[in-house]
Protein backbone atom coordinates (compact mmCIF):
# COMPACT_ATOMS: atom_id res chain seq x y z
CA UNK A 1 0.00 0.00 0.00
CA UNK A 2 1.60 3.21 -1.01
CA UNK A 3 1.53 5.83 2.10
CA UNK A 4 3.53 9.24 2.53
CA UNK A 5 3.60 10.18 6.33
CA UNK A 6 4.39 13.33 7.74
CA UNK A 7 4.85 14.51 11.07
CA UNK A 8 6.91 16.84 13.23
CA UNK A 9 4.26 19.46 13.17
CA UNK A 10 3.76 21.89 16.76
CA UNK A 11 2.94 25.14 17.49
CA UNK A 12 6.04 27.31 18.02
CA UNK A 13 7.35 30.63 18.82
CA UNK A 14 8.58 33.36 16.03
CA UNK A 15 12.11 32.46 15.44
CA UNK A 16 11.98 28.97 16.51
CA UNK A 17 12.87 25.86 14.48
CA UNK A 18 11.24 22.41 13.91
CA UNK A 19 12.20 19.70 11.67
CA UNK A 20 9.65 17.73 9.64
CA UNK A 21 9.54 14.44 8.35
CA UNK A 22 7.97 12.52 5.82
CA UNK A 23 8.27 8.37 5.35
CA UNK A 24 6.93 6.65 2.44
CA UNK A 25 5.63 3.21 2.70
CA UNK A 26 4.63 0.65 0.00
CA UNK A 27 7.23 2.12 -2.81
CA UNK A 28 10.86 2.87 -3.43
CA UNK A 29 11.32 7.24 -3.46
CA UNK A 30 14.57 6.72 -5.30
CA UNK A 31 12.52 6.64 -8.08
CA UNK A 32 10.78 10.20 -7.20
CA UNK A 33 11.46 14.15 -7.25
CA UNK A 34 9.89 14.89 -3.84
CA UNK A 35 8.52 17.64 -2.71
CA UNK A 36 6.79 19.79 0.24
CA UNK A 37 3.88 22.05 -0.06
CA UNK A 38 2.01 24.13 2.35
CA UNK A 39 -1.17 24.99 2.51
CA UNK A 40 -3.91 27.87 4.69
CA UNK A 41 -7.52 26.95 4.62
CA UNK A 42 -8.98 28.97 1.80
CA UNK A 43 -6.00 29.71 0.06
CA UNK A 44 -4.02 27.72 -2.85
CA UNK A 45 -1.17 25.18 -2.01
CA UNK A 46 2.15 26.50 -2.02
CA UNK A 47 4.94 24.58 -3.05
CA UNK A 48 7.81 25.27 -0.54
CA UNK A 49 10.97 22.85 -1.57
CA UNK A 50 11.72 19.96 -4.11
CA UNK A 51 14.71 18.18 -3.94
CA UNK A 52 15.74 15.69 -7.17
CA UNK A 53 15.79 11.66 -7.07
CA UNK A 54 19.36 12.11 -6.20
CA UNK A 55 19.21 14.61 -3.59
CA UNK A 56 21.48 16.82 -5.46
CA UNK A 57 19.41 19.61 -6.65
CA UNK A 58 17.07 21.26 -4.84
CA UNK A 59 14.91 24.35 -5.18
CA UNK A 60 12.44 26.99 -2.49
CA UNK A 61 10.17 29.04 -2.93
CA UNK A 62 11.45 32.51 -2.42
CA UNK A 63 8.98 32.82 0.87
CA UNK A 64 11.42 30.00 2.58
CA UNK A 65 14.70 30.94 0.98
CA UNK A 66 17.45 30.42 3.05
CA UNK A 67 15.58 29.58 6.37
CA UNK A 68 14.28 26.11 4.92
CA UNK A 69 16.69 23.24 4.02
CA UNK A 70 15.23 20.08 2.00
CA UNK A 71 16.99 16.68 2.24
CA UNK A 72 16.14 12.95 2.03
CA UNK A 73 17.67 9.63 2.62
CA UNK A 74 16.48 7.43 0.27
CA UNK A 75 17.91 4.70 2.24
CA UNK A 76 15.13 5.23 4.72
CA UNK A 77 12.50 6.20 2.79
CA UNK A 78 12.66 9.66 4.01
CA UNK A 79 12.31 13.21 3.64
CA UNK A 80 13.05 16.13 5.50
CA UNK A 81 11.88 19.44 5.77
CA UNK A 82 14.49 21.36 8.47
CA UNK A 83 12.30 24.82 8.96
CA UNK A 84 14.34 27.38 11.10
CA UNK A 85 13.64 31.31 12.11
CA UNK A 86 9.93 30.39 11.84
CA UNK A 87 7.61 33.38 11.22
CA UNK A 88 4.03 33.85 11.58
CA UNK A 89 3.13 33.36 7.84
CA UNK A 90 4.85 29.95 8.02
CA UNK A 91 1.76 28.61 9.91
CA UNK A 92 -0.04 25.91 7.73
CA UNK A 93 -0.41 22.48 6.72
CA UNK A 94 2.71 21.33 4.86
CA UNK A 95 2.21 18.18 2.70
CA UNK A 96 5.00 15.85 1.30
CA UNK A 97 4.26 14.84 -2.13
CA UNK A 98 5.82 12.69 -4.72
CA UNK A 99 6.22 13.58 -8.63
CA UNK A 100 7.80 11.06 -11.54
CA UNK A 101 9.24 14.12 -12.76
CA UNK A 102 10.87 17.59 -11.88
CA UNK A 103 7.98 19.68 -13.71
CA UNK A 104 5.11 17.18 -13.41
CA UNK A 105 2.69 17.62 -10.89
CA UNK A 106 2.47 15.20 -7.75
CA UNK A 107 0.66 12.33 -8.10
CA UNK A 108 0.49 11.50 -4.65
CA UNK A 109 0.61 13.19 -0.68
CA UNK A 110 0.45 12.62 2.64
CA UNK A 111 -2.51 14.11 4.99
CA UNK A 112 -0.12 16.35 6.08
CA UNK A 113 1.30 17.90 9.12
CA UNK A 114 0.30 21.52 11.56
CA UNK A 115 2.90 23.98 11.59
CA UNK A 116 1.51 27.10 13.80
CA UNK A 117 4.11 29.42 14.33
CA UNK A 118 2.34 31.83 17.66
CA UNK A 119 3.75 34.04 20.18
Known amino acids: QVELVESGGKTVQPGGRLRLLCVAN????????MSWYRQVAGKERELVANITKTGDITAYADSVKGRFTISRDNNKKEVYLQMNNLKPEDTAVYTC????????????WGRGTRVSVSS
Open 26 to 33: GFSINNYV
Open 97 to 108: RRHSTWWGEPDY
